[in-house]
């Protein structure tokens, strides 16, 4: 994004909202509408776009509403304001995820602006990772970024822990695929070669299945320990070809944002921290593969949250690593989501 100072305020609240809207969510599904009204941003959580079957709580929402919302402020922020934002400022509304207030004027220091400089930048990776493990310290620092927003970055779980995660991932997808209602929610987000709709997964953001299974086997071309990719071209072969020298690809560093409660709040913490780790990840050249399936069914969630979590809530799956494969993705234009006063 444009990083120069914007003293008009209009144009900063609606490039900020521009920015707001690369924020990663469920499916691509874009969540979220914006309201300019009594001096503040609104962001609300469009329900209309929740994943009924798969996320009937609306946690997976409020996590990709949480990314928006923490997009916004950080845009704000490399616009030069000092922006005050509130989380669900009125238990009336819980579909009202956060207010933003423009605040003062005040220069952006260099790691809003590392951070800003990423936004249009980064991309879910679908694939495996080259071999290039990440460093202790980064993993580290990664955990601090989360924990500015409210949660936590997870990583450097022992290999019997990865291996479970990977497992449960693996049974959650089989599930997931063998059911109507699942796999029927999953196929109206995921878009076919050449589909110019500006929401859902396009076939360019993943990579061709080598076979097409109908079930998930534990032997894996994606590192191992193998973690299920879901099922968004059912059996069709839609998704880039892999370069032919990714052939020995590496699952990455394992990492899960959790957090301590299981509230809205906590979902809307954890979509701030997924956006923030992610982002500071993207300026190291390090992106990011998500497998939150079995977050999706309650035991499975259940089950990760006290055998591996040690009784943290997981609110993201992820996998971290080096790759030189492009990403794709889309997004609504900015009259599809924003309403201004007139
Ligand atoms: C709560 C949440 C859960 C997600 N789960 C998955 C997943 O299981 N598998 C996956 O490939 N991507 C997953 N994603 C990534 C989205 O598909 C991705 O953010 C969206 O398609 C937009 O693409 P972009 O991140 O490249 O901008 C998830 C994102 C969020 C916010």
């Known amino acids: 994004m444009d990083l120069r100072p914007v003293s008009d305020a209009g144009t900063a609240v609606r490039a900020a909202i521009a920015a707001a ?64 934002v509130r989380v669900l400022p009125d238990p009336d509304r ?48 990664l955990d601090g970024e989360a ?15 990865v ?15 063998a059911d109507a209602a699942y796999s029927g929610e999953l196929m109206r987000w995921a878009r076919p070669p050449g589909s110019d709709r500006p929401d859902g997964v396009p076939a360019d953001a993943y990579p061709r299945d080598r076979a097409e299974p109908a079930f998930v086997s534990r032997a894996g071309h994606r590192g191992e320990p193998e973690f299920a990719q879901r099922d968004y071209s059912r059996g ?32 809307i913490a954890a979509g701030r921290a997924l956006q923030r780790v992610l982002l500071f990840a993207s300026a190291h050249g390090v992106s990011a593969a998500f497998h939150t399936q079995a977050l999706e069914m309650y ?4 089950f990760l949250r006290r055998e591996v979590f040690a009784d943290a809530y997981p609110q993201m799956i ?11 993705t889309r997004r609504r234009p900015l009259d599809e989501i924003f309403t201004e006063p007139s």
Not at 41 to 64: K, M, Q
Not at 165 to 175: H, I, K, Y
């Open 21 to 84: 809207s690369w924020a990663p969510s469920v499916h691509n599904t874009q969540p979220w509408s914006f309201e300019a009204a009594g001096g503040e941003i609104r962001v609300h959580a469009d329900t209309d776009r929740l994943l009924r079957v798969s996320d009937p709580t609306a946690r997976e929402l409020y996590v990709s509403c949480g990314a928006a919302l923490y997009t916004l402020r950080l845009a704000l922020r490399a616009a030069g304001y000092d922006p005050v």
């Open 94 to 141: 819980p579909a009202l995820a956060g207010t933003v207030r423009l605040g003062p004027q005040a220069p952006a220091d260099e790691h809003t602006q590392m951070l800003a400089e990423e936004i249009e930048r980064r991309r879910t990776h679908r694939g495996g990772f080259l071999h290039r493990p990440l460093p202790r310290p980064f993993l580290h620092a």
């Open 147 to 161: 924990r500015a927003e409210g949660a936590r970055l997870l990583t450097g779980l022992p290999e019997p822990a």
């Open 163 to 177: 291996a479970a995660v990977a497992d449960v991932t693996r049974a959650a997808e089989n599930v997931q695929r």
């Open 236 to 267: 069709r072969s839609w998704g880039y070809v892999p370069r032919p020298g990714a052939a020995s690809p590496a699952t990455g560093a394992v990492a899960a944002v959790v957090t301590a409660g299981d509230g809205r709040e906590d979902w």
């Open 299 to 302: 035991h499975l969630r259940d």
């Open 318 to 328: 992820m996998r971290l690593g080096v790759t030189d494969e492009p990403g794709a």
